[in-house]
């Protein structure tokens, strides 16, 4: 069993949650992963969500977020009059999906692997180099890690944002962009020594492979 401790804040919303999530955040609220975006369709946070009811929703952030969303949604939410709660549930990235599921813990698939909601405290047993090592062999970027800030689509062009459920906080931009051209940049994993001396410098996530005995990680690249 693969175990990794995360370090994520998760929020309850219920009490017109669905309307206010398809305003405000870019992706429909049946997949996995979404996001909140500003009028410029930059990221404000990016998160995972769980419908567990019809108007009763569970999203999962990096923790180091929680006060600029916070300070995001105040007024959408006090508006819309919908009950925002942090719980108190520890979250674990379950690389190899061996982790037997308890009756009132969450699961939210990943590209690879899956997140695990748990109120108990589970043993990591995959070290930090392990994990950034997984995460680059299977793209899955960290939000403040790899990316911050930054136009939705340069890191993903489908995992956060649906071009199909209307609008939403960040629309116009994202949907032109998408519609009329392609994102500028793209997030991408490179080896350093394919990257150009600026390219490493900013690298993220940077990990020396064992297989190749060469070092990787993230890095924006320009789109030809």
């Keep these: 069993m693969q175990i990794y401790k995360l370090n994520k804040a998760v929020f309850s919303i219920k009490n017109n949650a669905a309307?206010?999530?398809?305003?405000?955040?870019?992706?429909?609220?049946?997949q996995?992963?979404?996001?909140?975006?500003?009028?410029?369709?930059?990221?404000?946070a990016t998160f995972d969500q769980i419908r567990l009811v019809d108007d009763h929703?569970?999203?999962?952030?990096?923790?180091?977020?929680?006060?600029?969303?916070l300070n995001h949604i105040e007024r959408f939410a006090r508006l819309s009059k919908v009950i925002l709660k942090e719980e108190d549930y520890r979250v674990y990235f379950d690389l190899?999906?061996?982790?037997?599921?308890?009756?009132?813990?969450?699961?939210?698939?990943?590209?690879?692997?899956?997140?695990?909601?748990?109120?108990?405290?589970?043993p990591s047993t995959v070290f930090d180099q392990e994990f950034t090592l997984f995460r680059l062999k299977n793209t899955i970027p960290l939000h403040g890690v790899d990316y911050n800030n930054v136009f939705l689509l340069n890191v993903s062009?489908?995992?956060?944002?649906?071009?199909?459920?209307g609008c939403f906080l960040g629309q116009e931009p994202v949907a032109k962009v998408h519609n009329r051209s392609q994102p500028s940049w793209k997030l991408v994993v490179r080896y350093e020594d394919e990257c150009s001396q600026d390219q490493k410098t900013m690298m993220t996530s940077k990990t020396?492979?064992?297989q190749t005995k060469r070092v990787r990680g993230f890095i924006f690249v320009r789109n030809p």
Excluded: C
């Design 157 to 165: 062009e489908e995992e956060f944002v649906s071009f199909t459920k």
């Design 208 to 210: 020396t492979d064992p």
């Design 32 to 44: 996995p992963r979404n996001a909140f975006l500003d009028v410029h369709g930059k990221i404000i």
């Design 96 to 122: 190899d999906g061996q982790y037997r599921v308890e009756r009132e813990d969450f699961v939210v698939p990943q590209k690879k692997g899956r997140l695990i909601l748990t109120r108990r405290d589970l």
């Design 57 to 69: 929703f569970l999203i999962i952030l990096e923790k180091s977020f929680r006060e600029a969303l």
């Design 19 to 30: 309307q206010f999530l398809n305003g405000l955040t870019a992706n429909t609220l049946d």
